[in-house]
């Protein structure tokens, strides 16, 4: 006091604890000590561990070495929650060790303060605490139910859990898995369990109970706790290291209360009931989660009790092969026999009826009491559809198979059960019609195969006909009538058209062989004809191939196409060896007059055929234009018109082989080109013979000339 280190409150207090009884004399010894040890230098009281802890406050106060601290160590706990809680003389703070005593300081008293006065506040309402209880309870049921996972079966569908905290159970109780939760601060045990025992043991709710146990202890955790906060949020960041020291304990008191409320909730649900309907309790599992989860199974089973008829981890596999078309498809759990036998399936055909939308289908099935995979759903919808069991019509009403339905669309899909029965005799014509058609076909693979028989009909109709001056291509009228229906009614149709489609088959057959061997003949007459527009009878052959055109008469008997063909090719062989025969003549013709030559004459026989090779001055070799083929050839090589202008051309380049003669023998001669005319009478004759004479005058003055 002397030195105004102990505060004076402190100092009465120590004072007035001297003079009461001995646990007053301990607090004023704490008080003391506590005071002592936070006065030492940091460094040195850090450097020997000495910390106003409970332990070492204990072995401090030790008067009987021989006895220990044994006693003290039990009394001092409840004497320190004194000093600061009623006496509010210290205050606590978390340390390395446990928690740290120092003397109260007038700033932690305002923290004090502040506490006590949201307690108060908290306390006068006791809704908020009702409200904080429930938060905190369904905040704990929620850590405990993601522990749990309900799924059933071998593919381990899972199954969805509901908790609900209302007063009354929900209505649909019975078609759904709900975890109905109830606690002992708002409702009695006894009416909790009456409620489940008055449930049928078919009904899949479960019941949860917490007992009220520690009531008070849990109110005043819930208050410390929230007060602390509240405290901890109004004060925000003390600026003085008093301050730090206040809001240290302060967080101390927090971390204190909520270790405390986690025990509590702990013990609570620890206690927790667990009943399934009908009244019996869940016992076996170390852990709530356990015994909820346990609970749970057996509830789905009551909830999905007709789920054992599908299941089976196989249904992806049924569904995969199913939508490619496979009559075996159920074979991957373990069905051998016709689709309509399968147990899923024949829960669906009962259901699917008269008709059902996909959406219906998969809701009914997925729902109590099957609560079946949507893969065992799909897959058997697939299956049955397939084996043509039923039928299905997309959102636009077009039939579609297996193979065209679109999985992700079967919701908008309608379905119906097929009603048409297909006999095994039946069933042995349909695959005789296969085989007559050219499409392999197993037993049981004929609604399969029949898009196959479908597409290779089509295919003969298409080469049964096309462009003129082919027949129009035939009527489909059957295929139609067999793409109209689906399923059993497709087969149903290929029976009662077996001989008609036998027949159309060959007769499409034939057709198409006719116009493939008659097709290149009138193809030729074609190409040929464009070399034949120069000629006289061109225009009358020209109107015969137009008819046979118009009237699409290429396989009309007797052929008009080979004969129209033989006529124009006998026309086009005539005209064609008379202009190589003018091209002969005119070329013997131009050969005699070099050969003649004077100054060809004068090379040598190495030089002639040089320029024979030069000036390309070789006969004409021999053209084979017996066939129509060859003769094609030969005028695609060089039609009429390029054959009247090679003949015009030997002149020039016979020409061209003289003069390239005269420049062997004569290098400096002078080629002249005589001056063309037009001349009408003899005195334009002397005139141009004047003017070519003065021409040839000047050059001759040059060097010899060659004309």
């Known amino acids: 006091m002397s030195t105004a280190q102990l505060p004076k409150e402190v100092y009465e207090n120590v004072q007035r604890f001297a003079a009461g009884d001995d646990n007053a004399q301990l607090k004023g010894k704490l008080l003391k ?156 045990e006894k009416s909790v369990i009456a409620e489940a025992k008055s449930k049928r043991a078919d009904n899949p709710t479960l019941f949860a109970f917490l007992r009220s146990q520690n009531k008070t202890e849990l109110t005043n955790a819930i208050v410390s706790l929230e007060s602390a906060r509240a405290t901890l949020r109004k004060k925000g960041t003390p600026a003085t290291e008093q301050g730090r020291d206040a809001q240290r304990s302060m967080e101390s008191r927090e971390r204190n209360a909520d270790k405390e409320l986690k025990d509590l909730l ?103 009491p099957f609560g079946w995979p949507r893969d065992a759903i799909d897959g058997a919808l697939f299956a049955l559809l397939s084996s043509g069991h039923i039928r299905a019509m997309d959102a636009s009403s077009k039939l579609v198979d297996a193979k065209s339905l679109d999985r992700n669309k079967l919701t908008q899909a309608s379905f119906r059960q097929e009603s048409i029965t297909i ?22 693979e004929e609604l399969a195969k029949v898009p196959m028989l479908i597409a290779k009909l089509r295919d003969l ?55 493939h061997k008659r097709l290149p003949v009138w193809s030729q007459l074609t190409s040929l004809l464009e070399h034949a527009k120069e000629l006289g009878p061109y225009e009358d052959i020209a109107a015969e191939k137009d008819a046979i055109q118009t009237q699409r008469s290429l396989l009309a008997e007797p052929d008009a196409v080979r004969p129209l063909l033989d006529r124009t090719a006998d026309l086009l062989r005539q005209a064609l060896n008379a202009k190589l025969q003018g091209f002969t003549t005119a070329f013997a013709t131009q050969q005699a007059h070099l050969t003649a030559d004077a100054d060809w004459n004068k ?64 290098p400096n001669v002078v080629h002249v080109a005589i001056p063309k005319r037009t001349l009408n009478n003899e005195a334009e004759l002397k005139a141009w013979l004047a003017e070519v004479e003065q021409l040839l005058a000047e050059k001759l003055k040059i060097g010899p000339v060659a004309l």
């Open 266 to 368: 702990d013990a609570v649900f620890a206690g927790a009931r667990v009943f399934q309907a009908g009244g019996q309790e869940v016992t076996e599992g170390n852990e709530l989660s356990d015994r909820i989860n346990r609970a749970a199974k057996a509830s789905a089973i009551r909830l999905y009790k007709d789920f054992d008829i599908a299941d089976s981890d196989h249904w992806s596999k049924v569904l995969d092969e199913a939508r490619k078309g496979n009559l075996e498809a159920l074979k991957a759990v373990g069905h051998t026999q016709e689709a309509d036998k399968q147990p899923v399936c024949q829960k669906l055909l009962a259901y699917i009826g008269p008709g059902k939308k996909g959406s219906e289908i998969r809701d009914n099935f997925e729902s109590p």
């Open 33 to 188: 000590l506590i005071y002592l040890i936070n006065k030492l230098p940091a460094d040195a009281a850090l450097d020997i561990g000495l910390k106003a802890t409970d332990d070492v406050l204990a072995d401090l106060l030790v008067t009987d070495l021989a006895s220990g601290s044994s006693d003290l160590r039990k009394q001092l706990p409840d004497l320190l929650h004194k000093l600061q809680n009623d006496d509010r003389l210290i205050m606590s703070l978390a340390g390395s060790n446990g928690l740290e005593y120092r003397l109260q300081t007038v700033e932690s008293s305002a923290w004090y303060e502040e506490f006590r006065a949201q307690e108060a506040e908290l306390k006068a309402s006791p809704q908020r605490i009702e409200q904080q209880r429930a938060d905190l309870f369904k905040a704990r049921f929620a850590d405990v139910l993601k522990k749990v996972r309900v799924v059933q079966g071998k593919d381990n569908v899972e199954r969805r859990l509901t908790p609900t905290y209302d007063e009354t159970l929900p209505k649909d109780n019975d078609k759904a898995l709900y975890l109905w939760i109830q606690d002992g601060w708002q409702t009695e």
């Open 461 to 515: 109709a298409g080469k049964a006909g096309g462009v003129a001056p082919a027949p129009l291509p035939p009527k489909l009228t059957a295929i139609e009538a067999l793409e109209s229906q689906s399923g059993n009614g497709q087969l149903l149709e290929l029976y009662t058209r077996n001989d008609e489609l036998v027949a159309l088959a060959k007769q499409w057959t034939t057709t198409a062989e006719a116009i």
């Open 423 to 444: 006999t095994p005799p039946q069933l042995i014509k349909i695959r005789q019609l296969f085989s007559a058609v050219g499409v392999a076909c197993q037993p049981k």
């Open 603 to 666: 090379l040598s026989a190495d030089q002639r055929t040089k320029l024979t090779q030069d000036h390309h001055l070789e006969p004409l070799k021999p053209i084979d234009l017996a066939t129509p083929d060859q003769l094609q050839d030969a005028l695609d090589d060089c039609n009429l018109d390029h054959w009247i202008s090679k003949t015009q051309a030997l002149s020039s380049r016979f020409d061209a082989a003289r003069h390239s003669a005269v420049l062997l023998l004569k």
